[in-house]
Nanobody, 125 residues
């Protein structure tokens, strides 16, 4: 069983920045993919970032590309999501997820093995 714990959420004004963390209770192997997702009230969950192959590859949804950056600290078993130029529409509950045993990579539709509890991000105009 792997536990994922997110932190770093909060309230910020539009144009501001936040950095989310997702700490894993187990080592993040190179064959593990980490994903960041968000869900706003009344909306479907949206995949926004992927990081895998030990942090060497990342992928971003168009909605956050150029503003958000995912990174990984293997020594701390932690992945991060640096969020810049935040907009009110970024307001959501942000969660991280983990899937093991990826072969050719992962995508937002992968069968994620573990999820964190989420951290709230609120961006005011």
């Amino acid at each position: 069983q792997v536990q994922l714990v997110e932190s770093g959420g909060g309230s910020v004004q539009a144009g501001g920045s936040l950095k989310l963390s997702c700490a894993s209770s187990s080592y993040i192997y190179s064959t593990t993919c980490m994903g960041w997702f968000r869900q706003a009230p009344g909306k479907e969950r949206e995949g926004i970032a992927l990081i895998y192959y030990g942090g060497s590859l990342t992928y971003y949804a168009d909605s956050v590309k150029g503003r958000f950056t995912a990174s990984q600290d293997n020594a701390k078993n932690t992945v991060y999501l640096q969020m810049n130029s935040l907009k009110p529409e970024d307001t959501a509950m942000y969660s991280c997820a983990l899937v093991k045993g990826i072969g050719n990579g992962c995508d937002f539709g992968s069968r994620w093995d573990y999820w964190g509890q989420g951290t709230q991000v609120t961006v005011s105009s």
